[in-house]
């Protein structure tokens, strides 16, 4: 009975993994649109680079539940420990190799600074971004060795009783939900980030009023964008830049004092630099 504990405990532990990587993927969602961005000329010359390491944190994730579902069955041990042990490894390994190629390229700068700059390409583009992706990278390798140690101890599967055997099924329900969970808010936030993607390029791509009706319009377009865009962060952004931006240029035809005119500047100054902060992390596609 106790073989077969271990073997529900293990299969726990790649379930999790799979969560805790589904994390990652969820930046690229919609997969097919990261796909298409990826197969652009743009990335050409890292084509390879990138598609292998996407398709590795993919297969990681499809593989790990495959085997989660693989450990209650009479599979050999060592086929069981080797689809767990396998993975990892790739996915501990192949990012730091395919950034070697790059890194000899750009031979003037050292090794961890075309690292970074490889996995901004992969929408990481923040440095605790980076962090919490090397953070799940780490964790869900840990979770898929330590199962199969446990496989390994558990080398034949025994039979269990219903008892136990009812406790570990609630147990796995609680992960599966885990996973469920966060594969919903990970498909959520990855919606929401998309929409704003393709507002902040829009603002990118609008070009400057000429004129007084253009500005108006200008300014129409970027409320536009703020409430087309997915989180409150960008669309906060975009509708304060409209609107302080309207109450400065309401201002300037009018007797105002210039201290009082001076202040609007500064602050439409400021909004328009908070867009181009919140935009930044969309610079990649």
Do not use: H
């Amino acid at each position: 009975m106790l073989n077969r504990i271990r073997q529900f405990r293990a299969a726990l532990l790649l379930g999790l993994a799979s969560a805790l990587i589904f994390w990652p993927i969820s930046y690229w969602l919609p997969l097919g649109e990261y796909l298409g961005v990826l197969n652009t000329e743009e990335y050409a010359e890292y084509g390879i680079e990138l598609k292998s390491f996407v398709a590795l944190y993919l297969i990681f994730f499809i593989l790990n539940l495959i085997t989660a579902g693989l450990t209650a069955t009479r599979m050999n041990f060592r086929v069981k420990i080797w689809l767990a042990l396998i993975p990892a490894g790739l996915l501990l390994v192949m990012p730091f190799l395919l950034s070697i190629p790059i890194a000899v390229k750009y031979s003037d700068r050292n090794y961890f600074e075309v690292l970074g700059a490889f996995y901004r390409l992969f929408r990481f583009t923040k440095p605790e971004l980076l962090v919490v992706v090397f953070l799940c990278t780490f964790l869900a390798v840990a979770l898929n060795v330590t199962a199969a140690l446990i496989i390994r101890s558990a080398a034949d599967v025994d039979k269990v009783t219903d008892k136990v055997r009812n406790r570990y099924f609630i147990y796995a329900g609680a992960v599966l939900a885990i996973l469920a969970i966060g594969v919903s808010l990970g498909s959520i936030n990855a919606a929401k980030r998309s929409l704003d993607r393709t507002q902040c390029n829009n603002y990118a791509a609008i070009e400057l009023p000429e004129t007084d009706d253009d500005v108006l319009i200008f300014l129409s377009q970027i409320m536009v964008f703020g409430e087309s865009s997915g989180t409150e962060s960008v669309k906060n952004a975009f509708i304060n830049f409209s609107t302080i931006s309207r109450q400065y240029y309401s201002l300037l035809n009018t007797e105002i004092d210039e201290a009082t005119l001076n202040q609007y500047q500064v602050q439409t100054a400021a909004a328009k630099e908070k867009v181009a902060q919140v935009c930044s992390e969309y610079a990649v596609k």
